[in-house]
């Protein structure tokens, strides 16, 4: 098992560099741009610590001996009290298949129920038939919800959701 560690201010620069990395590795995965968030000084990336990981809130990164290797973020929806929304997904290319992504999407799962959601949502690029298995794998369904990925007109977004219990 590789160790999960919550995201704060005192390693919102590891969360950074992580995240910049995923999205330079895999751009059609996140509906973020690494060109829009490579702009943001370390002071932005400290202050977003917050919205990531808040009341309503909790990222984690995955380390292997001090190096991040995955990265995952969930949200409480505001609307509806059991709905949640997992969010911003990845795995080192050298950590897939490990079983750090069950372990990502799991501890998230794991603090939406002990909030009180019961249900799970994800949103993934229609191109990305690996992640779609791995979801589905996970308890993930596909919904009829299909939305235009923002940064490819070619490519959709598809709603997947898990039931918690």
Known sequence: MIPLEIVTRENALIFKDARLYALRET???FSATYTDECRLSDEEWIRRVSQWSGARSKAYLAMDQGTPC???????DPQDAI???????WVAPSHRRLGVGS????AIAEWVRGEGAGMLRLVVTSNNQRAIQF????GFAIT??????RNDPLLDDFEMI???S
């Open 70 to 76: 995955g990265i995952v973020g969930g949200f409480l």
């Open 83 to 89: 709905r949640a929304q997992l969010v911003s997904m």
């Open 27 to 29: 751009p059609s995965a």
């Open 162 to 164: 898990r039931a918690l």
């Open 144 to 149: 009829a919800k299909i939305g235009p990925y």
């Open 135 to 138: 979801y589905q794998r996970l």
């Open 103 to 106: 372990q990502l999407v799991n």
